[in-house]
């Protein structure tokens, strides 16, 4: 939809613009990341985008493009929902929106989750930032008055490239 632009000076940072005018062209986008992720899906992802914006509806079409087929939930009070991945391997769904006491960092055992290999995708990581470790990917989801999505992605080149 755009060409990807290199952004700073990163050579592997690149940014990308996209636009969502409907939830088809966020699954056509969420496949083609899946793609990009396979076979072992191993990266963190980072949703920004206010209330609404879109990030569990695009959380949840990356898990199906991922081939998980049962309930996706939205992890609001859990904050982790995880998804064991057909073919092989974890992918955990975070909301950080409620997260706020760093010590559940450790409780609640996130620490071990990022530490070890798998799929991260995280709505409101703002609220954790102190904890996160460098995403692989960020989305910044903007919410147009026509309803759709204006989005950009920044991030490691082979993912970001994925998307155009
Ligand atoms: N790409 C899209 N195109 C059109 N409508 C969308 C799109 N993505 C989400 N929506 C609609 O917007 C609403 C809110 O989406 P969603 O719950 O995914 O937002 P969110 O960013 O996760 O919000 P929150 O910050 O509350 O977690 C849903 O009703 C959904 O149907
Ligand atoms: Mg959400």
């Known amino acids: 939809m755009s060409e990807p632009v290199a952004s700073g000076g990163e050579q592997t940072a ?10 088809a062209a966020a699954q056509a986008t969420a496949e083609q ?3 990009a992720l396979l076979p ?12 609404g914006a879109g990030k569990t509806t695009f959380t949840r079409l990356l898990l199906r493009a991922l081939g998980i087929t ?3 939930k939205s992890p609001s009070y859990a904050v982790m929902e995880s998804y064991e991945l057909p073919g092989g391997g974890v992918a ?15 409780d609640a055992g996130f620490r071990d989750v990022f530490a070890a290999p798998g799929l991260k995708v995280c709505e409101w990581p703002e609220k954790a930032a102190g904890q996160l470790p460098p995403p692989d990917l ?3 989801i903007e919410l147009l008055p026509d309803d759709s999505r204006r989005v950009r992605a920044v991030g490691a080149r082979r993912l970001v490239e994925a998307l155009s």
């Open 14 to 23: 690149t940014e990308l613009r996209l636009l969502w005018p409907d939830e």
């Open 33 to 35: 990341l899946a793609a």
């Open 40 to 51: 072992t899906p191993d990266a963190v992802i980072e949703l920004h985008g206010p209330l």
């Open 70 to 72: 049962g309930r996706i």
């Open 92 to 106: 955990s769904h975070f909301d950080f929106y409620r997260f706020g006491d760093p010590r559940e960092w450790e």
């Open 138 to 140: 960020q989305l910044f």
